[in-house]
């Protein structure tokens, strides 16, 4: 919640359920987008135009969702995450099919793709569960929560959707953790993990994702196929140095040697152009967000609002470090965008309405007797 001082300085925009720095860093994080995008997209204005409206319309709906008391969320977590399940497993029957995964519905006016609700949906849910059972969780409450998480999860790398169905994954668990799950829970989990590791790679993983990792490992066993992409990613970023090549000047990128370079591998772009600096100085506007976000989540008036705030929060922290450790070769490809800078609108939406949920929960005050849950 904002404090006196914060409303005082901000009336117009505590009226307006708006987070004023939270506003300032998404507003930056967007035009840095666009001045990338332009020199990524071969200088192309067009492709610049659609993302801009594209920002647009995420504005319109991190302003709507804003406008919502956070208590709505809690009151509707659970039909959404049922009617997300519902559109999930109608995918697998009816799904439209498109660059070989089957992620869509098809309902005559548009095309949804059900595993962006449910980036909200499950956190919603895992949330509303905790915010019911006595904190800090125990055993029995962890595994309702894994097993909330690890439905939608499932229906979703079926599809086969692996970097979203980590997102989805990471957004239920963030909440388990921040509900005070006990250290040995977590590490038994990790053991139970590592042991599932062969389980997963032999009967959850398709052919191209197996391929995925072991070109992460050694993506010079094959630099013109499948390591080409990683290989010249990492060319970009290091020939970008200290202060980087300029804008518009990036070898890489504008010799077209770089692919994906508008959506998955902006980040290599970025860093050639702006080099170790500007990578600085992204990382900072970032972190900024992010701190902002926990801020709020922790002067949440309830259970439910921090839990929900924080995984939003942590969610986004993931997207950022998914995304910079694939393009850099620290982890394998698994087409996450980076958030807020890359090329495309439907995680935009999803996302801006994470931080209409925070903003909500950072102006919408009542006063209570007692903390509630």
Known sequence: MQTTEERQRNPWLAKLHLDGPLMLGLIALCAVSL???????????????????????SFVVLFVVAQL???????????????????????MFFGVTGKGAQ???????????????MKLAVPMMVAW??????????????????????????????QPDLGTSVLVASSGIFVLFLAGISWRLILAGG??????????????????????ILTFLNPETDPLGSGYHIIQSKIAIGSGGVEGKGWLQGTQSQLEFLPERHTDFIFSVFSEEFGFVGVIALLALY????????LISMRAQSNFKRLLGGSITLT???????????????LPVVGVPLPLISYGGTSMVTMMAGFGIL???????????????
């Open 359 to 373: 903003m909500g929960i950072a102006t919408h005050r009542r006063l209570v007797m007692s903390q509630s849950s």
């Open 129 to 158: 569960y905790c915010s019911k059972v006595p904190l800090p969780i125990r055993f029995t409450s962890v595994f309702m929560g894994l097993l909330i998480v690890l439905l939608p999860t499932l229906l979703i790398a079926r």
């Open 191 to 212: 053991v139970t993990a590592a042991a599932s590791l062969p389980l997963f790679w032999f009967f959850l993983l398709r052919d191209y994702q197996r391929q995925r």
């Open 287 to 294: 972190g900024f967000i992010i701190f902002r976000g926990m």
């Open 103 to 117: 992620r869509w519905l098809d309902i005559g006016v548009t095309r949804i793709q059900p595993s962006e609700i």
């Open 69 to 91: 008391a956070p208590d709505i969320f809690r009151t509707y977590a659970f039909p959404l995450y049922v009617i997300g399940v519902l559109m999930l497993v109608a995918v």
């Open 35 to 57: 001045v990338v995008i332009y020199s990524a997209g071969g200088q192309d204005i067009g492709l610049v135009q659609r993302q801009a409206i594209r920002m647009g319309v």
């Open 316 to 330: 986004f922290f993931i997207y950022v470090l998914v995304n910079i450790g694939m393009v850099s070769g620290i």
